[in-house]
């Protein structure tokens, strides 16, 4: 897409003819190019720079004040005076341009064979703040923003290592991005490392627009509905998952780093876990898992056992649940899909809505309407605490995504359900266990360490142990070096009262 | 046909693995009525039965796994087609693909008949057998490795069932296995042969021994899993005998599920429900791990695309899983499966042992 | 091409795959039938207790009356009196009135229920002394929601306290089939417009031939089964105890009455011979003393042994007239029977035969009681 010039030599010319040359020829005629022209005894220098992209700070303290200040107006003089480093010096139009649009001021020396660029662009980013997607209540705060020299500055911060690696490359056509491979040369597994970096380099695409949609472009399977890289504003968990051994992929404009290879088990982690203490830890990751199952299986249960097989409802509710289903119009199937369409409203209405809107919007949804959904008889109101609590439970996944993907293909096993009972739900999760199992995540299985099974990483996955026992990396990420330190020697075993 | 095998490293799988695939292989439709069929016979004494059938798996297996370590780097085709030459081995392999094909066809069948009987009288046999077929296709496509991933698994999602059988243990008496060796050794050796059907499946080995990777484990794993087998076999069996009353066990079509119809849990008054629908999970992987040997066999022997042959067995099995829907028939299949399974499964390997002694003799001459 | 094969599909799927739709709401749920024979057109009479739940009606319990001919006729023609399916799925106990135990048997009733997969198998068979539809129009059953689920909880209560045998739908047909054990079932009356467990039936096969007392069904059940917790009250004669009674007042009363409970025991049953059928039975007990009717000095090791040779004397002659009477109803509820049969090798018994033989049977029964604790008075 890059406009093409005539390559021979621009310069030098008249100092006005630049600037119109460079708004007709390069900018279509943008009202925004603006130039200041500085004259001294013998000679002019006109400065060229489009007015919303330079650092106005910067162009009057250190580039027109020392324009103003220096003697001679030479390029080489220039270059001395400018306490900016990156000064260049341009021969065609086309640079400059592309200069200018990058933040750069443009100086001419009338009669010199090439003009200056002088980089001085504004940066408007937010200054990092806490997360609010993945927010933790224990341990780091801090989350990515949408600057990629930010997040490059969190990441090294936190791992200020020459291990360190970095590799960048310029994704998109129209819009050309800067996206960033992190990993740690020592420990991550070089074939993870080709295969990434080969599928960056082969990405073609328009634009890359952000983070989550480049795993996107480049994930090994984009129809299934479970993320298979994960997607963190939090520096915390990139850097973690780091040290792990995976890599890290950082967009610029993209509040959030990509993780990869990843399995459908870390994405119930959070570094939490290892803040708090193990058995805390353990305790909460098991609570996540059985969260999970509960979401997906308790309406499809409820419905299954309401349309076909009331003879697993225990005695002492078939009376409550009988009673409270004589008074709905719809069947059990119908009614649960109801009340888990309304369960969605309310929560996408709620992330919709500013943040003091969405509150009471929720509780409006949640309390008035559910209490009146009861009332009028649309749904029984055991329903209403069993999807609630499946609601409740599909936002303990600490990735979004996976929460997401939770909460969506519980609704095809809730129809399963309704259409054949139990044998619907268990075809359904055989399904999905299937699916899982023909999953993969950067080459790697998505389904580890259950298939291919690796009992030794129990202490990564499904629970957590004190550091003393767990001092291995996980194995099902296959990292160069597996011991993340040696084991602590042993306490001397010392009798009672010793 | 190629005789050695070169699997790529990524498709290979760990000898681990066999320990698990074999015996969910074995594990499915027969463990649910085999306390009948072998009370049937050998009455009180059964367990003896299946003590018999045990030790004869132990050596049969050993037998494969001797055969197929002087073999090397093959399966049962290549086996065949170096003992006896291309043409008639292609014709016996294709006999050996049809075995596994009417196992196939009668473990589908026979988990269609526990849905309806238990479940859903009414749902069409058809029907659940697109479902279930469906799900073989999906994984199958995945290759080896998902065939052998689904049988893990669907093992762990599934063998905590066997604690729940402690609720029958307490209601058991043992005035029914009284008195011991009662029975003539007749009655308690052709009861050890009606367990054929539900300890079948251990063949897989045949065609999945070029794939595994650390050969030298195969016998210990193999083996592993025949006694886990027995021992759940064996669990079942004497369960059920110390349960039931000789003549009430006879009347119980399938006593496994019969004894998880006292099961009452906190929210499910009733597990046999519950217990038939997530038997599909049992059932499952022995019908992928068939249709991918049934597929993968018949690549070999006709060089076909094993996407082509997996739907054309599919598409048949559906449609006599359509249109064979009386008991009777599932019945006769089943017990024709048994019988065969006893030629192919237990009979072939001692009839191809002395072939590989050949070989290895004449291999330690050269 | 693909995809529209795969929406065909789909789509032939779902409509030949539609299941039988049992709807809660939609259902007459069972909880309890009781049958009867109609004494002169010789029809079966079955009283339905179900729950259907309509929105205005707060009592969802129903009581309907049929008659028919077959099991399925009596449900069909109860369908008629009802706007609900009737199931089974949810029952939780069976009853017979007197005139099917009593006269002509209802195994044939109880294996068309089994039949029918939905059935669960740890429903309650019971028997009653009055016409069952008599027994279901019972008003007062307490606070649960109808005479079903009443009816379960009294027989599973009285199960748990091991007041009685249970007697599930299993486990009456496990002893139905068995050779040389008879069933038991609880006798059912109603008292009052409350239905109590009145005794215990002794059954032959599926004929009620006589009962038992709770407490004669003490001794069956110890027989039969372990006990982990039981309670037994003996009345015994006072003159072994004079030497040890500390008395406050005077009583008359020339019995002392004792209650054991905790009991746990273990029972061991030997053949003697074969011809004729004689048998041991040795019994331990544990158990503690909670009530005495007089005062005794339970610390003194004599008077305790006192105690207990008196509890063993008492226990052994009560059991001894159990087994006589069982005896006298040939009906051998303690499976004297099938230890005969597993010590006879290469013969098979009948029912037949054994019945012949029960009556003339002999039994020598030894009692070991070990009292361990006497509440916290001494």
Request: hydrophobic letters at 45%.
């Amino acid at each position: 897409m890059k406009r093409r010039f005539k390559k021979s030599n621009y310069f030098p010319c008249k100092m006005d003819q630049l600037k119109t040359d460079l708004k007709e020829q390069y900018f279509k005629g943008s009202p925004d190019l603006s130039s200041k022209i500085i004259e001294q005894q013998n000679n002019g220098c006109i400065i060229i720079f489009l007015d919303y992209l330079v650092d106005k700070q910067h162009l009057f303290d250190k580039v027109i004040k020392e324009l103003q200040d220096t003697s001679e107006l030479s390029n080489e003089s220039i270059k001395e005076a400018i306490p900016i480093s990156g000064v260049k010096e341009e021969k065609e139009l086309e640079n400059i341009g592309d200069e200018l649009l990058d933040g750069g001021v443009c100086a001419y020396i009338e009669g010199e064979q090439q003009a200056l660029t002088i980089p001085i662009p504004r940066v408007e980013a937010r200054q990092p703040e806490r997360a609010e997607t993945e927010s933790l209540v224990f341990g780091p705060q801090i989350s990515f923003t949408e600057s990629i020299d930010i997040n490059l500055n969190i990441v090294h911060k936190r791992m200020n290592t020459d291990k360190l690696k970095v590799e960048k490359f310029v994704i998109g056509d129209t819009v050309p991005s800067e996206v960033r491979l992190v990993y740690l040369e020592d420990i991550a597994n070089e074939d993870n490392v080709k295969e990434m970096r080969s599928r960056l380099e082969q990405l073609k695409v328009d634009d890359v627009l952000e983070s989550s949609t480049i795993t996107q472009y480049i994930e090994d399977n984009s129809y299934s509905i479970f993320p298979q890289f994960l997607v963190t504003e939090l520096p915390d968990r990139f850097c973690y998952s780091l040290k792990e051994g995976r890599l890290g992929v950082l967009v610029d404009k993209s509040p959030s780093g990509v993780i990869a290879p990843t399995n459908f088990l870390s994405y119930f982690q959070s570094t939490e876990d290892l803040y708090t203490r193990w058995n805390m830890g353990a305790f909460i990751r098991v609570m996540r898992f059985v969260a999970m199952f509960a979401s997906i299986t308790l309406t499809p249960v409820y419905v299954a056992a309401l349309t076909f097989h009331y003879e697993i409802i225990p005695e002492a509710m078939l009376v409550s649940l009988g009673h409270s289903r004589s008074r709905v119009p719809f069947p059990p199937l119908l009614e649960a899909l109801i009340l888990e369409i309304f369960i969605e409203l309310i929560r996408e209405a709620g992330a919709r809505l500013p943040t003091k809107v969405g509150q009471t919007m929720g509780i409006v949804g949640g309390i008035v309407i559910g209490q009146a959904i009861v009332e009028a008889g649309f749904t029984s109101n055991i329903l209403i605490i069993i999807v609630a609590i499946s609601a409740l439970a599909s936002f303990t996944a600490p990735s979004y995504l996976m929460g997401s993907a939770i909460r969506i293909i519980r609704f095809p096993i809730i129809v399963l359900a309704g259409l054949w009972g139990f044998l619907g739900i268990v075809f359904s999760m055989a399904f999905i266990i299937i699916h899982l199992i023909k999953q993969k995540s950067l080459n790697r299985p998505y389904l580890a360490p259950i298939y291919p099974t690796q009992p030794k990483d129990i202490d990564n996955s499904v629970i957590r142990l004190p550091f003393l026992f767990s001092n291995k990396r996980s194995y099902s990420n296959k990292p160069k070096e597996i011991k993340r330190f040696p084991k602590p020697p042993k306490k001397k075993k010392s009798d009672i009262d010793e | 046909m190629q005789s050695q095998l070169q699997i790529p490293i990524d498709k290979k799988i760990k000898a681990v693995y066999l320990f698990v695939v074999l015996h969910a292989l074995q594990m499915g439709v027969g463990v649910v009525g085999l306390p009948r069929v072998v009370y049937e016979e050998a009455k009180q004494d059964s367990w003896v039965s299946v003590l018999i059938a045990g030790i004869a798996l132990h050596i049969v297996i050993a037998c494969i796994v001797f055969i197929l370590n002087s073999y090397k780097n093959t399966d049962i085709h290549g086996i065949l087609a170096q003992i006896f030459g291309q043409k008639i081995s292609k014709v016996l392999s294709m006999v050996f693909i049809f075995y596994f094909y009417l196992m196939f066809i009668s473990i589908l069948l026979n988990y269609i008949e526990f849905v309806q009987v238990f479940i859903f009288p009414k749902l069409s046999t058809g029907f659940i057998a697109s479902l279930l077929i469906f799900l073989v296709i999906y994984a199958v496509y995945g290759g080896v490795r998902a065939a052998v991933g689904s049988s893990i698994v669907f093992f762990f999602t599934t063998i905590w069932m066997v604690l729940l059988l402690i609720e029958p243990i307490f209601l058991m008496r043992a005035e029914y296995f009284l008195p011991v060796l009662d029975n003539s050794p007749q009655d308690i050796f052709s009861g050890a042969l009606k367990t054929s059907y539900s300890i079948l499946g251990f063949e897989l080995i045949w065609v999945l021994y070029p794939f595994i990777q650390d050969k030298k484990n195969v016998a210990k794993y193999s083996h592993f899993a025949m006694l886990f087998t027995i021992i759940l076999v064996m669990y079942v069996t004497v369960v059920a005998i110390g349960y039931f009353s000789p003549k009430h066990l006879e009347m119980k079509v399938w006593p496994l599920f019969t004894m998880f119809k006292i099961i009452t849990l906190p929210i499910f008054e009733r597990f046999d429900v519950i217990s038939v629908a997530l038997w599909l999970m049992v059932v499952i992987p022995n019908l992928i791990l068939l249709g991918w040997m049934i597929s993968y066999s018949c690549k070999r022997v006709t060089g076909l695309k094993q996407k082509h042959c997996l739907h054309v067995f599919m598409l048949i099995a559906l449609i006599v899983a359509t249109f064979v829907d009386k008991r009777e028939y599932v019945n006769i299949l089943t017990d024709y499966v048994g019988q065969a399974g006893i030629f192919f499964g237990l009979t072939l390997p001692f009839l191809l042992l002395p072939f590989a002694i050949y070989k290895r003799v004449k291999g330690n001459k050269s | 091409m693909k995809y529209h094969l795969l929406v065909i599909c789909i789509l032939l799927v779902m409509l030949v795959g539609c299941a039988e739709e049992n709807i809660i709401e939609d259902l007459g749920i069972v909880t309890v039938y009781g049958f009867d024979k109609d004494e002169d057109t010789g029809h079966l009479l079955a009283t339905t207790v179900l729950y259907q739940f309509d929105p205005d009606i707060t009592n969802a319990s129903q009581i309907i009356n049929s008659e028919g001919d077959t099991l399925q006729g009596v449900k069909r023609n109860a369908n008629k009196e009802s706007g609900h399916k009737i199931t089974n799925g949810q029952l939780r106990v069976i009853l017979f009135g007197p005139s099917l135990s009593k006269e002509d048997g209802f195994i044939e009733h109880l294996d068309t229920l089994g039949r029918d997969a939905k059935l669960s198998d740890i429903v309650y068979i019971a028997v009653s002394d009055q016409p069952s539809d008599q027994v279901l129009a019972s008003t007062n059953y307490e606070e649960a929601p109808n005479i079903g689920a009443y009816l379960h909880q009294l027989i599973e209560t009285a199960v748990r306290n091991e007041e009685i045998t249970s007697s599930t739908y299993h486990e009456y047909l496990r002893d139905y089939f068995q050779v040389g054990r008879d069933p038991v079932l609880p006798l059912l009356s109603v008292d009052s417009e409350k239905v109590t467990i009145k005794n215990i039936a002794a059954l032959q096969d599926d004929k009620v031939v006589g009962d038992f007392t709770i407490e004669e069904g003490f001794y069956i059940r110890l027989m039969v089964d372990q006990f982990d917790s039981g309670l037994i009250e003996l009345k015994l004669p006072i003159e072994p105890f004079e030497d040890h009674l500390e008395e406050y007042a005077e009583i008359e009363d020339p019995h002392i009455y004792a209650v054991i409970d905790k009991i746990n025991s273990n029972t061991d049953i030997t053949m003697e011979s074969k011809n004729p059928p004689s048998f041991e039975v040795k019994i331990d007990i544990d158990g503690r003393v909670i009530e005495l009717s007089r005062q005794l000095n339970l610390d003194d090791p004599e008077t305790l042994d006192v105690l207990e040779t008196q509890v063993t004397k008492q226990m052994e002659k009560e059991l001894e007239e159990v087994i006589n009477k069982a005896q006298e109803m040939n009906a051998d509820v303690f499976g004297f029977g099938v230890k005969y049969n597993n010590n006879t090798r290469g013969e098979d018994l009948t029912k037949e035969q054994w019945r012949e033989m029960f009556t003339d049977i002999e039994v020598e029964t030894t009692i070991k009681i070990n009292i361990e604790r006497h509440g916290t008075v001494q």
